[in-house]
Structures are given as structure tokens and as C-alpha cells.
């Protein structure tokens, strides 16, 4: 009896420990993810790349050089802020054995360099090459959200050389074995003219032996080393000159050398995110989880830290776009949505920054900068806060966060009856607080879309909030089928969220806020929006005599009141033959944002025709939510195959041609990743 005990005890161990293995077992390693997007770019003028390499929240980007250039270090750093965009550097450290020679024209030639390669993988960039006298081996990455680390390995141990130069905008100073590079006192004055926040750059050597300085290049010789390591850190400046020597010395600190989280922190976002699909996979990640993985990146590539008026991190638009250096408003939700999957904390924040920013009557503004007087009031971005929260709180089940936003939540929700209800029936349309049709557009989302054409701008009676509401409201004179259902929603979304937090507070304030009313609303919009004749869904133009006639445009809004699940069977029934129609939606990548046979369709135009992969994942979604799970998966893996360069090293874009899957617009895009992110784990 006791040996069966011990044997039962025994196999029960060695289940557990098997178990515990199988945890702690990376389903894919980082390296199975190299070369995934090109970040190859040699600075020319003030031209940024495509993409560029930046990780934990930095403001400062790099790029690999071309092979064609073949300069001997990572080129930038760049400046990413909006206020500052700009190269520091074509090359800040490059890499060279001692006394090679002097000239670096002669000294390339002289080498005869072989073996110059390239790679970007999650988490770091790496640049090797080989000369006679060996191979240098480079690897760039951000240990912390305000440093840099660039690791040199030679093949044997020798004395170095490390170089560089600064822009024309910087100056460089010595301080012992360490440079400070700021804003020339030119550039310093113009930023303190339009309050922007400075920053300068300390950059400390592991190995120094002699420093020299030769106007605005450095030279620096290395001990004899086999490993040595840079570390170039970003310190906000508290004063309007360059320090003295004294002043500098007490606050640069030496860095610590062994820090190195990165590939910690991208192994756990690639464990967390495939965790679930465990058993589905093989050992080696097929071409669709690479896209996924792409997607991720690019996420984490436009992650910034809080910095100067934002106060929380978050993750900008693209990177690679002046203008889009802020965080925005509909961007921020999409998002928050698919980066909970793999870091939930760092959604929350984003969620965070944009309601830093909310309005005394309860608007969320359409974008912030770190420069506050730039952030943008004329308008919001359609409601899917709420949604986004519901979404976090389902990846890590954190109460104490919903109960945080849920004041904030209702109040924005509030806003929309109050301030975007012209006639006061419960249903909403898009604005303006200056009274242009071109800020309620931008409201839409969907800036240029065909179904505005037409649209004409009407003024909201004043109703404040509170004191301090100072912002005016104006309506379209239609109500948008996609703007009501994602408040059916949000409606639907804070009723929940009320519940399991058990929020005290008086629902007879918040419209449609209970499950009888909720109900309600989503009946109501289904009813209104639908055109039981043509079997589609439309916006609908405001009149006075009751008479609402349908602007039939048909666009993927119509695929909001399918995604949200406020549409009846029939009516998803009837709107699918319109979607699944080669002659209307199903181009060679589903689904353009306006019918194929529409008159105005534009497969260049931004929102007349072009493929935008929020839309395409809402149509989807919606599909699948109703069912249509063979269609659902066949139309993903459509997008996934026909995007140009999504299987290849070229970056996520912000649209695309429907007919052919030409990349356009901005590259880098942040919800454009993330919408590939949410098609990818629906995937069957």
C-alpha cells in the first residue's frame, strides 16, 4: 500500500514538473522573428525612413545603413518630437580599429570590408562586418525608455576607435571621457519662444582611453577590448546654456552597463500574446504569426513615453509622419484593444493620456502633443472608449482600473447627447465646436468620405455642463449609422462595467444606461438606420418635418451596426449580399470604404475608395460575429496574403488600393497593426 502511495506521489511530481516545463517553454524565440520589417535608410537631409527602430517608450529612433552606404555604426539618433523632428546625427557612433587610418574616404577604401550585414529583430537591431584584421559586430537597443546601448564585439581582443558627428542644430561638449550634445544657443532660443520642452544627450564610453573633439565630430580610442558598450541617455534640460563642467559632472551618472531587459520583455509579449494558440502551433511560426509578431512591433516601434504635456505614455499614429507624433483620440481605443493582449499596462496609460485632456462638458479632443497648446479641440473621434476599457479589463480582469475610468467613461458618453443631439431624439451626429465641416469630418474618422458630399453644418443650442464648458457645438445635419451604433455599444459596454465594478451612482443622468434602456437604444438604432428597400444601412439626413430620407452611399459603416451586434439576423442577412458582392465589396482585398460600383469610388483616395484596415476588421468581426466563420477566415487570410509587403520586409501602412493591395499613405501604421492584430487572433 505504501508503494503504490510512493508511486502515486512520484508520477504526480513528475506531472507537475512537466507541466511547469511546458509553462516556462517559449512557444517561439525571438530570433524566429528577424528581418520582419527593413529598417535600412541612410539620412539624407532631414528625410525620415520608412521605419525606424525604437523600443520601451524612447523619443529617439535609429535605422540600420544601407548596404550601398556602408557607414560603420547605426545612423541617427532621431529626434522623433513633433517640435523637434530631426536627424541629431547621420551616424552618432561608429565603429573602426584603432589607426586604420585617418581619412574616412581612404579609410573605407583601404579596408576592403566584407561580409557587411544588417538584421532587426524584435527588440534590437544588429550591424556586423569584416576587414582583414577581423569582424565588428554591433547590437543597438533601449534598455530603459530614455537611453540607448550599443554592445561592440570583436573577433579578437584590439584597441578601437569609436566617431561621430552632430548636426548644424547641436553643439558638443567634452566632460572628461563623456559628451554632452545639445541644441545649438540659436535653436535654444527659438524653442524657449514657443515653450517647447529641451532636451540634451549624454553619451559615456565603457572603455575610454582618450577623448578629442574636433569642432562638432569626436574621436574617441578604446583600451584594448574584445566587448565594450556606449550608452547614449536623453536628460530633460532644466537650464538655457550649456552647464559648466562642475554642474555637469554632479548630475551625469555612469550607466549601468549590464542592463539589458529587452529580450526579457519581447519574449514575455511573444509568450503572453501565443499562449492561447499553444497547441495550434508548430515549432517553427507560419507566415501569419510573423504578421502578427509585425504588427507588434510596429505597435511598440510608435510607443512613447510621457513626456513634457503628455502625461501618460502611449502609442502615436506613426513614427514616421511629422504631424502624427501625438497621441489620437480613435487611434488610442483601436490600439489599447489589441496592445492589452500582450502588455496591458501599457493600454491602460494609453487610455489615461487622452482622458488627461478631457474637456470640463466631457469631449475628449481629437489629438494631444507633448507641446499642449497644439492639441486639438475643433473635434473628438467617434466613441469607442468604453469598448476599449471592456477590452483590458477582459486581458487582465483589473477592477481597480475600470472603477478609475468609469467616471470619466460616463462623462464622456453624457457628452455626446448633450452636445452632438441637434433635434434632442436620442440619436447623435457628428461636429464641431468651431462650427466647420471639415473639423466634423475629422469627427467621422472617415475625413473625406463620400457620404459628406453633401453635408451642410447646424448650430446646437448652449447647454453647459459646468462653469468652466466654454466650447461651442455645432451638428451635420445627418445622423451617422456608425456613430450611433458604437453608442449602442459603449451604452451596452458601461452597463456591464457598472455591474461588476458595483459603481454607485444615479443611472436616471446617463441615457440608455440600464438593460431595459440599453436594449432599447440598440432597437431603436437598428430601426432608423436601416433601409428595409435596398437592405443596407445609411446615414440619414435631419429634417424638420419628420421625413429622415437615407443618404445612400454605400460604405463599411454600414458594417458598424453588424460589429457592435445590434443588427437582426434579417438585416445582416440582406446587408451580406451587398458586402459578399464581387461588383461592391469583394475586390481583390476586401473591403474598400465605398462601393466599387459607387460613381465617386477612388481606389487611390484616402476614404473614397481605399482599403483601411480598421474597416476591414469591423467587417470581418461582424461577419464572424453573426456566423460567417468560413468567410470571416477566408477574408483574413485574403488581407493577410494580397497586402503589398505584408509577407515581405516592408512596413504596415495606413491604407491600401483595393484593386491591387498597393501600400499607401503613411508608413508605420499604428491601428492599421493593431486591426492585423485583432483579425489575427479571430482566426479559427
Known amino acids: 500500500m505504501k508503494t503504490n502511495k510512493l508511486f502515486i506521489l512520484l508520477t504526480a511530481l513528475i506531472l507537475l514538473n512537466a507541466c511547469s516545463n511546458k509553462e516556462d517553454k517559449n512557444i517561439f524565440e525571438i530570433k524566429d522573428f528577424s528581418g520582419l520589417i527593413n529598417i535600412n535608410h541612410t539620412p539624407k537631409k532631414n528625410h525620415p525612413p ?26 541617427g539618433p532621431f529626434n522623433q518630437d513633433l517640435s523637434a523632428w530631426e536627424w541629431i546625427s547621420d551616424a552618432l557612433v561608429q565603429v573602426r580599429w584603432s589607426n586604420d587610418n585617418n581619412s574616412k574616404k581612404s579609410f573605407q577604401k583601404k579596408l576592403n570590408i566584407t561580409d557587411f550585414t544588417t538584421n532587426y529583430m524584435p527588440g534590437k537591431a544588429i550591424l556586423s562586418y569584416t576587414t582583414s584584421k577581423g569582424t565588428i559586430n554591433q547590437s543597438l537597443f533601449f534598455p530603459d525608455s530614455s537611453s540607448t546601448m550599443i554592445n561592440i564585439h570583436v573577433s579578437k581582443s584590439s584597441k578601437l576607435e569609436i566617431y561621430g558627428k552632430v548636426n548644424k542644430n547641436y553643439q558638443i561638449k567634452k566632460i572628461r571621457n563623456k559628451l554632452i550634445i545639445k541644441y545649438s544657443d540659436r535653436k535654444i532660443k527659438e524653442f524657449q519662444k514657443k515653450g517647447i520642452q529641451i532636451y540634451y544627450l549624454v553619451v559615456s564610453f565603457q572603455n575610454p582611453n582618450s577623448l578629442t573633439l574636433t569642432g562638432n565630430s569626436y574621436t574617441l580610442k578604446t583600451t584594448s577590448v574584445k566587448n565594450t558598450k556606449v550608452n547614449i541617455r536623453y536628460k530633460k534640460e532644466n537650464n538655457t546654456k550649456l552647464n559648466t563642467q562642475e554642474e555637469l559632472l554632479s548630475i551625469i551618472k555612469i550607466p549601468n552597463w549590464s542592463l539589458n531587459n529587452n529580450d526579457i520583455i519581447w519574449q514575455k509579449y511573444i509568450n503572453r500574446f501565443f499562449r492561447s494558440k499553444e497547441n495550434e502551433l508548430d515549432s517553427l511560426p507560419s507566415k501569419n504569426d510573423k504578421i502578427a509578431v509585425k504588427a507588434m512591433m510596429t505597435l511598440i516601434s510608435n510607443y512613447k513615453h510621457a513626456k513634457g504635456d503628455l502625461h501618460h505614455r502611449g502609442i502615436v499614429p506613426s513614427s514616421s509622419v511629422q504631424y502624427f507624433m501625438g497621441f489620437w483620440a480613435w487611434d488610442s481605443w483601436k490600439h489599447a484593444a489589441a496592445v492589452a493582449k500582450f502588455d496591458p499596462n501599457l493600454a491602460k496609460d494609453q487610455i489615461r493620456a487622452m482622458f488627461d485632456y478631457q474637456a470640463p462638458d466631457g469631449m475628449i ?29 477582459k486581458a487582465d480582469r483589473d477592477i481597480k482600473f475600470v472603477k478609475e475610468m468609469l467616471p470619466l467613461l460616463l462623462k464622456y458618453y453624457n457628452w455626446w447627447f448633450i452636445k452632438r443631439d441637434y433635434n434632442h431624439n436620442g440619436l447623435c451626429e457628428y461636429g464641431s465646436t468651431d462650427g466647420s465641416l471639415k473639423a466634423a ?68 443622468d446617463y441615457p440608455y444606461l440600464n438593460n431595459r434602456t440599453s436594449k432599447q437604444f440598440t432597437k431603436k438604432v437598428a430601426e432608423q438606420f436601416f433601409d428595409e428597400e435596398s437592405g443596407f444601412f445609411y446615414d440619414r439626413k435631419l429634417k424638420n418635418n419628420n421625413d429622415n430620407p437615407f443618404i445612400k452611399v454605400e460604405g463599411t459603416e454600414a458594417a458598424i451596426p453588424i460589429w457592435t451586434e445590434i443588427a437582426t439576423n434579417k438585416q445582416v442577412s440582406a446587408c451580406t449580399k451587398i458586402f ?48 460567417y466563420i468560413y468567410g470571416a477566415d477566408l477574408y483574413t487570410q ?21 484593386l491591387t493591395g498597393k501600400a499607401m499613405e503613411a508608413p508605420n501604421f499604428s491601428w ?13
Open 50 to 75: 520608412k521605419a525606424f527602430f525604437t523600443d520601451m517608450g524612447n523619443w529617439y529612433g535609429f535605422t540600420c545603413p544601407e548596404n550601398t552606404d556602408r557607414r560603420l555604426g547605426f545612423c
Open 365 to 393: 479632443p481629437d489629438c494631444i502633443y507633448t507641446t499642449k497648446n497644439c492639441n486639438n479641440y475643433r473635434n473628438s473621434k467617434p466613441p469607442l472608449a468604453a469598448w476599449a476599457v471592456y477590452e483590458i479589463y
Open 441 to 508: 469630418k475629422w469627427e467621422s474618422g472617415m475625413d473625406n468620405a463620400v457620404r459628406f458630399d453633401n453635408t451642410k453644418m447646424l448650430p446646437n443650442k448652449i447647454i453647459k455642463v459646468s462653469p468652466d464648458d466654454t466650447l461651442k457645438s455645432w451638428s451635420m445635419d445627418q445622423e451617422s449609422c456608425d456613430l450611433n451604433s458604437f453608442l449602442a455599444l459603449e451604452s451596452r459596454i458601461l452597463t456591464i462595467l457598472i455591474k461588476k465594478s458595483d459603481y454607485n451612482t444615479d443611472l436616471k
Open 580 to 627: 459578399l458582392n464581387q461588383d461592391k465589396f469583394l475586390s481583390y482585398v476586401p473591403f474598400s470604404t465605398v462601393s466599387l460600383d459607387n460613381s465617386k469610388f477612388n481606389p487611390n483616395a484616402y476614404w473614397r475608395g481605399s482599403i483601411w484596415l480598421d474597416q476591414v476588421y469591423f467587417c470581418i468581426e461582424g461577419l464572424r460575429r453573426y456566423g
Open 638 to 658: 485574403r488581407v493577410f496574403d494580397r497586402l503589398e509587403g505584408l509577407n515581405e520586409s516592408k512596413p504596415i501602412y495606413e491604407n491600401y488600393n483595393p
Open 672 to 684: 492599421s497593426a493593431a486591426s492585423l492584430l485583432l483579425l489575427y487572433d479571430s482566426l479559427d
